[in-house]
């Protein structure tokens, strides 16, 4: 198993420009999250997914957007990149519906915005 | 609203000694309490799960405890070695407005010295 894959490790944006953090799972599960991760701020939820076609808003959701068309797969959009959303970025999965399952994270996507 | 506190900040000890990081929350209606470390410009590792029924748990030199009633865990390392330094995250896993989430503490940043 690979686990969950996050790719690009790193990206340089320009305010305004949009992009598409990926963000893949090979373990089958129904739960996956997006976090950003800041100095003195910790991990804050930024949008989860119970599975395909589900999806809800976390703590900061706002200038991202998500969506959940296989379990596999569970991309975020910046619509209109901020220099605010320099951040690090974080995808996790694990099983559901128990709240009992352990999470996995990715690897992370350092994002510079300019 | 839950708070995660993970005191000290950040702790530095020769190499060989034992040690305890220490979690806490405030809302003891959790599901799980999750260990993880981070090393720098990497993702998160998991190292240990307390279920909220658990008392501890145990993986190689590692032994977490949970104590949900008065809202605290620690993590003890054994003998520690200078590979341990990284930082230590506690998160703890509950349900916010009908939705199941991690909340994490601002983790302890350590240090072994050899």
């Known amino acids: 198993n690979a686990g969950v894959t996050q790719t690009p490790k790193f990206q340089v944006l320009k305010t305004g420009q949009s992009m598409t953090l990926q963000c893949a799972q090979d373990?089958?599960?129904?739960?996956m999250s997006w976090y950003r991760q800041d100095p003195g701020m910790g991990l804050r939820l930024i949008h989860y997914s119970v599975g395909a076609g589900i999806t809800d808003q976390g703590e900061v959701p706002n200038g991202y957007n998500v969506s959940r068309s296989t379990t596999e797969d569970f991309p975020l959009r910046l619509l209109s990149a901020a220099p605010s959303q320099t951040s690090v970025y974080f995808c996790?999965?694990?099983?559901?519906?128990?709240?009992?399952?352990?999470?996995?994270f990715g690897p992370g996507t350092r994002l510079t915005v300019t | 609203k839950q708070e995660v506190t993970q005191i000290p900040a950040a702790l530095s000890v020769p190499e060989g000694e034992n040690l305890v990081l220490n979690c806490s929350f405030t809302d003891s209606a959790i599901y799980n309490l999750q260990w993880f470390r981070q090393d720098p410009g990497k993702g998160l590792t998991s190292l240990l799960l307390?279920?909220?029924?658990?008392r501890e748990q145990t993986s190689g030199r590692l032994n977490a405890s949970l104590d949900k009633s008065s809202g605290r865990s620690t993590l003890y390392i054994a003998a520690s070695q200078p590979g341990d330094s990284a930082t230590y995250l506690c998160?703890?896993?509950?349900?916010?407005?009908?939705?199941?989430?991690?909340?994490f503490g601002q983790g302890t940043r350590l240090t072994i010295n050899p």
């Open positions: 998160a703890v896993n509950q349900e916010i407005q009908g939705a199941q989430k991690l909340v």
């Open positions: 307390i279920q909220s029924s658990q």
């Open positions: 996790a999965s694990r099983g559901y519906p128990s709240g009992s399952y352990e999470q996995y």
């Open positions: 373990m089958n599960h129904e739960y």
